[in-house]
């Protein structure tokens, strides 16, 4: 079945960094879309950022562009955020995400809190 396991939050002051990570399993890792959402307390969850399944595209929401990075590895079945000059805003739990035949798959998350 499919998994999705988050892992890589934690508390961080503002400007600071954190590499989020999601180990898949369950399916053909490298020929799906994978991405990343976050769920801030009280707000809707929003996507943050998603990424082809060769790595050639991605895109990023607009809050985002230019501090964080989504990358690949598909030899490890693994999808990262890598996540630079943070800012309070960016306190959520992060969610990793793959859809499969219409149905949407979720992590358990990881909190990431922004301390500023």
């Known amino acids: 079945q499919v998994q999705l396991v988050e892992s890589g939050g934690g508390l961080v002051q503002s400007g600071g960094s954190l590499r989020l990570s999601c180990a898949a399993s369950g399916f053909a890792f490298s020929t799906v879309e994978m991405r990343w959402y976050r769920q801030a307390p009280e707000k809707e969850r929003e996507l943050v950022a998603a990424i082809s399944n060769t790595g050639g595209s991605r895109v990023y929401a607009d809050s985002v562009k230019g501090r964080f990075t989504i990358s690949r590895d598909n030899a490890k079945n693994t999808v990262y955020l890598q996540m630079i000059r943070l800012k309070p805003d960016d306190t959520a739990v992060y969610y990793c995400?793959?859809?499969?035949?219409?149905?949407?798959?979720w992590g358990q998350g990881t909190q990431v809190t922004v301390s500023s």
């Open positions: 995400n793959v859809v499969r035949q219409t149905r949407n798959y």
